[in-house]
């Protein structure tokens, strides 16, 4: 997992956005991302250490999507936060299955790999999970 979250700080930083990543007051402090400086804070005591790449790739996500102000991490609410996680599943995804022969790639273990919610991948983003498709294309 720490060579997908170094592969996400790579993307940040190759964009031109800095990364801190540091203990916050508590594990579930939430990580935020201030888009009009181009920063990204992410707590590395968070409760689910798995989720790191994917908080990221999803503060990424508000950044390059051109979102404006300081915002805090909540993927699971309103349309500005599901065009980060797109945006953000779109880096994570071919970084995570680069080296995955296609029938052996598995969404369920993707998901469980980033502690990612399952509802996640259902309904809400089903648009996504069809263009994933396009990846072994």
């Known amino acids: ?12 930083l190759d964009d031109h956005i800095g990364v ?8 579930f402090s939430v990580p935020m991302s201030d888009c009009d ?4 804070l992410i707590n590395s005591i968070w409760h689910q250490p798995r989720e790191l790449p994917f908080q990221l790739a999803h503060e990424i996500g508000h950044i390059e999507n051109g979102d404006v102000g300081i915002l805090r991490y909540s993927p699971y609410e309103g ?4 065009a980060a996680n797109m945006y953000g599943l779109s880096l994570l995804v071919p ?14 273990v993707f998901m469980n790999a980033l502690a990612l919610h399952h509802a996640f991948a259902t ?4 648009r996504f999970w069809s263009t994933t498709n396009k990846f072994w294309e």
Do not use: G, W
Request: avoid cysteine.
């Open 123 to 126: 309904r809400r983003n089903k």
């Open 37 to 40: 400086s181009r920063m990204v």
């Open 79 to 82: 349309r500005m936060e599901m």
């Open 1 to 12: 997992m720490n060579d997908l979250l170094s592969r996400m700080i790579n993307i940040a």
């Open 20 to 27: 801190i990543i540091q203990p916050m007051k508590t594990p």
């Open 95 to 108: 970084a995570y299955f680069q080296d995955v022969d296609q029938e052996n790639a598995n969404v369920d």
